[in-house]
Every structure is written in C-alpha cells, then in structure tokens.
C-alpha cells in the first residue's frame, strides 16, 4: 500500500500548481483522502480532504477559495488545484489516506498511510 504525492516545484506568486496523489496496492475511492503540508519548524496542517462516502470536501480557511481538491477514480488518483497561490504555500505537500471518517479531518492521527511529500515552493 503506497501513495505517491507529485507535481510540486517552484511558481511565481499567483501562479497555479496541481498536485497529483497517486495510490498502489488499494483502491483510493475506499478511502478518506487529505492533504496535509509543513514548513520546517511547524506542525503539519491539514488543508483539504475529500470524503470517500459522497465526495464532501473540506478545507482549511487559508487555502479556502484557492484550492480545489477531487478525484479521478478511473486513475486511482487525487488531486489539489493550487490557485492564487502565495509565499504563505510554500511548503512540503502530503497526502493522507483513512479508512474512517472524522469531523475533526486535519488530525494526524487519523490517517494510516502517507504520501512521501513533494516541495512546493512560491517565489518570485
């Protein structure tokens, strides 16, 4: 069972980034997905989830409006549409998969398998 995150790299601010999380070894569409990104010194957070019962989305008020998470059942893959981003974004990008859904989505403890992250970086 692996996740592979990919698509980071470097943009100028406003530009759009899209992060693609590939699954092997089980089917994503089975699965709570999230991403998750850290800056060093910082606690991982929690950004967007997608709901694997009726495909609800969730994300978190700073990325909220920019960001687009969904999912192509067919490539076994999500994604994260990155829009509008700024220096703020840059970080190293994760994503999660949990077979149980929470309320509480951008808690680490929820999520069982993860993504090796791929950086993203905003500069001009």
């Known amino acids: 069972v692996q996740l592979q995150a990919s698509g980071g790299g470097l943009v100028q601010p406003g530009g759009s980034l899209r992060l693609s999380c590939a699954a092997s070894g089980f089917t994503l569409d089975y699965l709570n997905i999230a991403w998750f990104r850290q800056v060093p010194g910082k606690e991982r957070e929690g950004i967007s989830y997608?709901?694997?019962?009726?495909?609800?989305?969730y994300y978190a008020d700073s990325v909220k409006g920019r960001f687009t998470i969904s999912r192509d059942n067919a490539k076994n893959t999500v994604y994260l549409q990155m829009n509008s981003l700024k220096f703020d974004d840059t970080a190293v990008y994760y994503c999660a998969a949990s077979r149980w859904y929470r309320s509480s989505w951008y808690d680490l403890s929820l999520y069982n398998y993860w993504g090796q992250g791929t950086q993203v970086t905003v500069s001009s």
């Open positions: 997608i709901r694997r019962s009726d495909g609800s989305t």
